[in-house]
């Protein structure tokens, strides 16, 4: 088997169909299975989806998060590489090929490999970005805090790349690629290590990809638009609370793993005081 192509699935049952429909639309010149587990979903998905002959399909039995449900799919999959496709994608082209026909012939030691994301207009979409700073981080939370109390919102903003001029090497170096559309070898994962347990949602692949590049590994975007990314479908609103408030937990997790000691307890001090008027809205709103 060429390429295990892993969904995961939480109350996104269309989309995840139009997803599957896509990849066996669009892939051809690869061998390819597809796994989906759902986390627990409480739309019709578990019936649905174990009713499709094309997929292998897990049931988690209860949310476990978007790391933990790509771990349990890894242990079945088949592939000599494998790709992490979020389920609010649609391919356009023959991606699964392009990025594995990569991988195979390319003489770089990569960690993960991406490709540039589309959005629905077809614009590129965040793809990868630089290893977040915390002290940026910080700053955008109480910018955000400040907007709230006169009324207004703050997009939450990645340090994205852009992909405008191809370098000379024909593929972007980045820090870490989003994990909409991740491909790695199986083994890479088995040598350095699956996604850590501690992270329900958000960071996850970040963290991940900082232990590969720790590692002396590349993670890599190349210039193909084959992949559509309807961003936020399996989250909901980026604005709300309630997704804000996992977004801040997980960067606190991230920060406590990568910063030395000294900076992280500097960090968590204002981290903490940033936060709790979140913590406060939302459990009003509950």
Known sequence: ????????????????????????????GVEFEVIVVD?????????LLAADRRIKFI??????????????????????????????????????????????????EIGALGTVLLDKDGNDSFSSAYFHNPWK???????????????????YQMPSITYDVVPEEGFFDVDFVAGADLMARKDTFEKYGEFDPEFFLYYEETELQFRWKKAGLRNIIIPIRHICHLEGGTTGSPQSDWRKKIQYLSERIYFRKTLPRWSYLIYASLHAILYLPLTLRTKRTK
């Open 1 to 28: 088997m060429d390429v295990s192509i892993i969904i995961v699935n939480y109350n996104t049952c269309n989309m995840t169909l139009e997803c599957i429909d896509s990849i066996f639309e669009r892939t051809s």
């Open 39 to 47: 986390n627990a979903s409480k739309d019709d998905s578990a019936s």
């Open 59 to 108: 049931e988690a039995g209860e949310n476990i998060g978007f790391g933990m449900a790509n771990n349990l799919a890894l242990k079945s999959a088949r592939g000599e590489y494998v790709l992490l496709l979020n389920s609010d994608t649609l391919l356009l082209g023959n991606a699964v090929f392009e990025m594995w026909d990569y991988m195979k012939k390319s003489k770089l």
């Open 137 to 155: 981080i910080l700053w955008m939370v109480f910018s955000q805090h400040c907007a709230h109390l006169v009324g207004k919102k703050l997009p």
